[in-house]
């Protein structure tokens, strides 16, 4: 790779940062991600990133607000030292889920976590499985979104796709497993949701065969596993044959592990946008697939300024 680049991390997951460091062939970037006695954030930058492309590595990830803060303080750093470009590599966008005002008296939290990168310093945003695509829009800088479907396809591909059916567990995810659809070349099912408590949902209809089929489930993240797990139950009642679940961003929290551990899920895929702590092995059931070639693909090209939209058709 040629050129002046930077990667630089912070504590949010740096196994991850690691993984992409390795497909770049560049060192992590020398950087202070500490706390003061009293708990605030202490960053610095020990190493000269004057002039240099900037890739700051951070999910926003569990405990989320430190994580949030630790990625502002460090662009802010950065834009400080005189960094050229500063992109803000966030694997896993948090709260995203607040996209849109459906009642009253309510925040637009995603934006206003894209109002504060911008005003923090980022040039740059990549990221990837945005839970709605159109967070993209909020904001006012490029904005690149992968999809884990690119890593996920291949594994699919090896298996009896003759009698494979993908599974959206609710509307809102019927966009991934479109593509999922469209890239195997098999048939789309959906259920029909209904949330009746934030951790709580009922699921009484299928639209869409699966009796018999290999069941694909997929989402963008899970979290308490309670639409993932109350999803893969309905198919089964429903007669599916055997099920797997391809959900990019495995946040796990709660009970999530015991509840997808005792389901009638046969393999869970999930990557690593998000520190597992061995998690994935506690399940029995969890294979973790590695997004750092995917996004540092993303980022050689960025930085080369090639098509990054040559990601979304091809595995690197």
């Not at 020398?30 to 003061?36: D, M, P, T, W």
């Not at 996920?152 to 991934?176: C, H």
């Amino acid at each position: 790779m040629k050129g002046s680049i930077a990667l630089i991390t912070g504590n949010a997951n740096r196994k991850l940062a690691s993984a992409i460091s390795d497909y770049l062939g560049r060192p992590l970037g020398q950087a202070e991600v500490g706390r003061f006695p009293d708990g605030e954030i202490k960053v610095v930058i020990q190493q000269d990133v004057r002039g240099l492309d900037v890739f700051v590595i951070q999910p926003t990830c569990p405990p989320v607000n430190e994580n949030l803060m630790e990625l502002l303080i460090m662009i802010d750093a950065l834009r400080r030292a005189s960094a050229e470009r500063i992109t803000a590599v966030i694997p896993y966008y948090g709260y995203a889920r607040q996209d849109r005002k459906h009642e009253g008296r309510v925040p637009i939290t995603a934006k206003l976590i894209a109002n504060l990168l911008v005003k923090a310093g980022a040039d740059r945003i990549l990221t990837m499985d945005l839970h709605a695509s159109q967070i993209q829009g909020f904001f006012d800088i490029p904005c690149d979104h992968l999809m884990g479907v690119v890593e996920f396809a291949p594994i699919f591909r090896r298996m009896d796709l003759d009698n494979m059916v993908v599974m959206s567990p609710d509307i809102g995810s019927i966009k991934i497993a479109r593509e999922f659809a469209d890239r195997l070349r098999i048939p789309l099912a959906v259920i029909d949701k209904r949330r009746t408590a934030d951790d709580k949902v009922e699921m009484p209809n299928i639209i869409g065969d699966v009796k018999g089929k290999i069941l694909l489930l997929v989402d963008d993240m899970v979290s308490t596993g309670g639409t993932l797990v109350s999803a893969a139950r309905t198919a089964k009642e429903a007669g599916a044959e055997k099920i797997f679940a391809a959900v990019t961003h495995a946040v796990l929290a709660g009970e999530a592990v015991r509840k997808i551990k005792e389901s009638p899920i046969d393999r869970l895929y999930i990557t690593d946008t998000i520190p597992l702590d061995g998690k994935d092995r506690e399940m029995g059931k969890a294979e973790v697939i590695s997004m750092g070639p995917l996004l540092g693909e993303a980022i050689r090209r960025i930085h080369s300024n090639e098509s990054i939209s040559w990601l979304f058709r091809n595995k690197p």
